[in-house]
């Protein structure tokens, strides 16, 4: 399986323009994730989906950033528009229903610059 | 407030040498605690994920434990090796499907020559 599938690796843009990061998660897993990380807060989580419905989304900044799950192998993370505080490295993860803890496997990330 | 305190914020240790790191939390409830094991540059990788009756769990080099009544867990490194060099997270969550997740802020190992 080739995991977690993450595009772009890098972004730079600049102030107010749209930025849209995408996730390809494991195949047969239900859950997918969407994190952001910085120096100063360490990983968060912005929201999450089950069976392609976002769940809970309390997570999101604010509304400049929406993120959508069309179907069970494709989900975006947009900012419209982007500012400087939103560079950080975004994370998508995935997961399967099972018994005990759901492991949780991580992409490579999106590292974004705003300028 | 549910909380992920680890120490030290970085460690430095020589190649073979064995080291420990820390972590305190106070999240409730408590379903699991996960280590992972970030590389510059890349996402997460899950190292252990131990439930509330389980007390250690290794995988190959590292063992992580678990004391529920403290409120601690460690995660022990033997033998280091360069490629040990990375953050260490820990992760406390109040379920199983993991969206209840309190990061620790993260160890970060430096293994020297």
């Known amino acids: 399986d080739a995991g977690v599938i993450q595009s772009p690796r890098h972004e730079v843009t600049e102030m107010g323009q749209e930025v849209t990061l995408r996730c390809k998660p494991i195949s047969g897993h239900d859950y997918l994730f969407w994190y952001r990380q910085t120096m100063m807060r360490g990983l968060e989580l912005l929201i999450y989906f089950n069976n392609n419905v976002p769940i809970d989304d309390s997570g999101m900044p604010e509304d400049r950033f929406s993120a959508k799950m069309p179907n069970a192998s494709f989900s975006t993370l947009k900012i419209q528009p982007s500012e400087p505080r939103d560079s950080a490295v975004y994370f998508c993860?995935?997961?399967?229903?099972?018994?005990?803890?759901?492991?949780?496997?991580f992409g490579p990330g999106t590292r974004l610059t705003v300028t | 407030k549910n909380q992920v305190e680890q120490s030290p914020q970085s460690l430095i240790i020589l190649e073979g040498k064995n080291c420990t790191l820390q972590c305190n939390y106070t999240v409730s409830p408590f379903s699991n605690l996960r280590w992972y094991k970030q590389d510059t540059g890349r996402g997460p990788v899950s190292l252990t994920i131990?439930?509330?009756?389980?007390n250690t769990k290794s995988n190959g080099r590292y063992t992580a434990t678990l004391d529920a009544d403290t409120k601690q867990s460690s995660l022990h490194i033997t033998a280091s090796q360069l490629s040990d060099s990375a953050s260490y997270i820990c992760?406390?969550?109040?379920?199983?499907?993991?969206?209840?997740?309190?990061f620790g802020g993260g160890t970060r190992l430096m293994v020297k020559p």
């Open positions: 131990m439930t509330f009756s389980e």
């Open positions: 992760v406390v969550s109040a379920n199983n499907a993991g969206n209840m997740l309190t």
């Open positions: 993860a995935s997961s399967a229903t099972g018994t005990g803890p759901y492991e949780q496997y």
